[in-house]
């Protein structure tokens, strides 16, 4: 079994215990309490063929200096296994990064960080922290999706009806985009779902993103707004749902699919976060992608997927390639 997500396979790592296997924060806590044994494991995933690769130079002969840092031979700089890596510089203990990055990828609607705090053993502010750092690890590929594909947008902002009167908006309904920020999502039905933070909901916007999302000749479901309009003419087959008038499921033909991904997202925003500013918008939304099309897996293939993810460094990736070729 290979993760979508995971160029390193951390499944089927046979030299350490596969992430796979934990199934509790305290059996993680237990395994990775000492520093050598995460470095090891880190090293064995970033270094999988066992040749360390300086990040400066690609220089493939450093030494290891007795604090555990390489030293490269060629061009003289020293490096930590860390660099590059959501771990690098940090002053916490490993462990409980690892048990962070648990936390995060298997609560179906995501961890506070006041309860983070609590599990972890550390403050608020450290656990929001490490939080929003593994959220930036939550965004990979997008997918391409194909067949039976619903498209839909939702909207993330306050209720107008929720504000005190004079700070309400006027014009703010439906799909106003005033006060609100518009998420543009895309799912193929026993696939996985595209969702992305847009500017607006344009045509001109939306079908770009369409056309490269979603293989041409698809049933593409959508309601009946008039900006899926021109989908027969860009080669794809449009099945109208009426929500207007009251019309939500006609044989195959629904977004319900669709719906069910965007109210696990606002469970998550508005249940676990309660709100979020629209500039780290975007992490919010990968990391309910990350958790949608990651449904099937059980908690500890999650973790590993989620590891993969923490780890997949493109300046090691790079120095690899160049090494390679070399
Ligand atoms: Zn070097």
Partial sequence: MVFAYCKRNLYNSNRMISLAHFNSLPQIFRYFKSRLTCLKFIEEQVYPDGVVACPYCG?????????????????????????????????????????????????????????????????????????????TTFRQNTPILDGDVEIDETYVGGRESNK??????????????????????????????????????????????????????????????????????????????????KEFVVGKSHTNTIEGFWSLFKRTVFGTYHRVSKHYLQRYVDESVFRYNNRYRKGGERFAALMCNALNVVTFEDVRAVVCVA
Avoid at 62 to 87: A, V, W
Avoid at 174 to 179: A, H, L, M
Avoid at 230 to 240: I, S
Wanted: glycine fraction near 10%; aromatic fraction near 8%; charged fraction near 20%.
């Fill in 59 to 135: 220089g493939i002969h450093p030494y290891r200096r007795s604090d555990g840092r390489f030293k490269c031979r060629e061009c003289g700089s020293s490096f930590s296994i860390l660099q590059g890596t959501i771990f690098q510089d940090t002053k916490l203990p490993l462990y409980k990064w690892f048990g962070a990055i648990y936390l995060m990828s298997v609560h179906s609607k995501g961890i506070s960080s006041v309860q983070a705090a609590i599990d972890l053993g550390v403050t608020q502010k450290t656990a929001w922290f490490m939080l929003h750092k593994i959220r």
């Fill in 164 to 245: 005190h009167e004079d700070k309400k908006v006027d014009g703010t309904q439906g799909r106003s985009t005033k006060t609100k920020t518009p998420v543009f999502g895309m799912l193929q039905r026993e696939g996985e779902v595209s969702a992305m933070k847009v500017g607006n909901t344009k045509a001109d916007t939306l079908m770009p993103i369409i056309k490269t999302c979603i293989v041409k000749g698809s049933i593409v479901y959508t309601d009946e707004a008039g900006i899926y309009s021109t989908l027969n003419a860009n080669g794809y087959d449009r099945q109208v749902v009426n929500h207007n008038q």
